[in-house]
């Protein structure tokens, strides 16, 4: 996850690269049952969690459309480049001044995956074979989701759109050069000693690093304590927390099952943990005798669980992603979301990773922008390939009428019942 859009440029169209010139052969292949899938991906640089067989699989499962796994194949069987797509139905109406088509996806539903390839011989060879495809079919659209600039130029006929950034800091990495492509299987666990106290991984200004470590203290003091995967019943429990979140911030949750399919396939191989804040109680689901009035109703608020908060996240790589969040709503005065990320970030740190991505925002929620930027992440560029390009009226983005009825719908939204914000969530990315 290097921020340098230069150096990804020179890896991919630079002239003198090897293997440039062997004959490559682009195939179909089962990600689940060819080990060279997988042998790739751990051993590439670039890969992340979202090319994992174990995403894949999720994203089928979620609304039964089959994942085409594209491989560029080099004469000793080994794979030169991949490129994982799955189709959408795309929406019968226009969103603003977009109009969201049938699509073939890298990937539908996920920030980032796009081709992952060893040089710009197979990563041309694997985006060619993608057009092809959508070439055979009327009314679909290409759309490649990439943190590679550039690719336009490689291959005539994609057009590049900028899109939001993602939030990602670098973790501390002392012992090893960070030009090495470092992958899963060399990443070794960092020695450290007490990573409450660690002086290393630091948190922007000296202002900003003091606010992070005061909230992360004061959840602690108020009671909130954290646990991982105790049980995956605790699953369903998290999930109303995170519909809460897509609530409050107006945007479509995702379906129960996909979370379900994502637990089922990653967690047993060490890649996702759900981590979980809850706050202290008796054993009868009653708020200690010593906390104050206010608290006592905020603790009342939540489940029997004492559950307040948690994430969902994934590892894979070199890249830590903070994916999945729920908090309760009146609970965010305890900082239990700064606690959880503030151990989700030592625990990556410690396990050896070298990127913290903590996810894109967009633009209307800078109160989110605010919270990311604090931890010391900084925002990198990232890119939307289309073909063919799609066309667009030439009105303005945000229109008197339209931007009133935008805040209209949002008033509502956060005032449905948690399981119509799930319905029509599921409604919604069955054509996304």
């Avoid at 109009?99 to 995956?113: N, W």
């Avoid at 336009?152 to 939001?164: E, F, I, K, N, Y």
């Avoid at 109703?297 to 070199?318: C, E, K, M, Y």
Wanted: contains cysteine; hydrophobic residues 40%.
């Amino acid at each position: 996850m290097d921020g340098s859009g230069e150096a990804l440029k020179c890896r991919y169209q630079c002239a003198s690269e090897r293997n440039s010139e062997e004959a490559l052969n682009v195939i179909e292949v089962n990600f689940r049952n060819d080990r060279r899938w997988m042998d790739f991906i751990i051993s590439h640089p670039d890969a992340l969690i979202y090319h994992h067989p174990g995403w894949l699989s999720a994203l089928e499962s979620e609304y039964g459309r089959k994942c085409t796994a594209l491989a560029c194949e080099a004469p000793d069987g080994a794979f030169r480049a991949i490129l994982p797509l799955l189709p959408t139905r795309g929406l019968p109406f226009r969103i603003g001044r977009h109009v969201i088509s049938r699509r073939l996806s890298s990937l539908p539903r996920t920030p980032l995956a796009g081709p992952v390839a060893d040089n710009a011989h197979a990563m041309k060879a694997i985006l060619e074979r993608a057009i092809m495809l959508v070439q055979a079919e009327p009314n679909v659209q290409l759309e490649i989701k990439s943190t590679l600039p550039g690719l336009d130029q490689l291959v005539p006929g994609l057009t590049c759109a900028h899109w939001r950034g993602t939030y990602t800091r670098a973790l501390p990495n002392t012992e090893t050069n960070k030009a090495q492509n470092l992958n899963q299987k060399t990443r070794q666990p960092r020695p450290c000693s007490n990573c409450d106290d660690c002086r290393q991984l630091r948190f922007g200004s000296a202002r900003a690093n003091h606010q992070v470590r005061w909230a992360a203290k004061k959840a602690l003091k108020e009671g909130v304590s954290l646990c991982a995967d105790k049980q995956a019943k605790e699953l369903r429990n998290w999930y109303r927390l995170y519909l809460e979140v897509m609530r409050r911030n107006v945007v479509p949750p995702r379906p129960f099952r996909f979370f379900q399919a994502l637990y089922s396939e990653l967690s047993p191989l060490g890649h996702l943990a759900l981590v979980l804040a809850e706050l202290d109680h008796h054993p009868d689901g009653s708020a200690p005798s010593s906390v104050d009035s206010q608290k006592r109703d905020t603790h009342d608020a939540v489940n029997r669980s004492g559950l307040i908060s948690g994430s969902i996240l994934l590892q894979f790589g070199q890249t830590a992603i903070w994916a999945f969040t729920g908090s309760n709503d009146l609970c965010l005065r305890l900082h239990a979301n700064d606690l959880t990320l503030w151990n989700c970030m030592h625990d990556s740190c410690m396990h050896g990773f070298n990127w913290f991505d903590l996810g894109e925002v967009a633009e209307n929620h800078p109160e989110l922008i605010q919270f990311k930027a604090k931890w010391g992440a900084v925002l990198q560029p990232t890119y939307r390939y289309y073909y063919p390009i799609s066309s667009s009226p030439s009105a303005p983005d945000v229109q008197p009428a339209a931007a009133m009825m935008t805040r209209i719908a949002a008033f509502a939204w956060q005032r449905l019942p948690l399981s119509m914000v799930e319905l029509f969530g599921d409604w919604a990315y069955r054509f996304l």
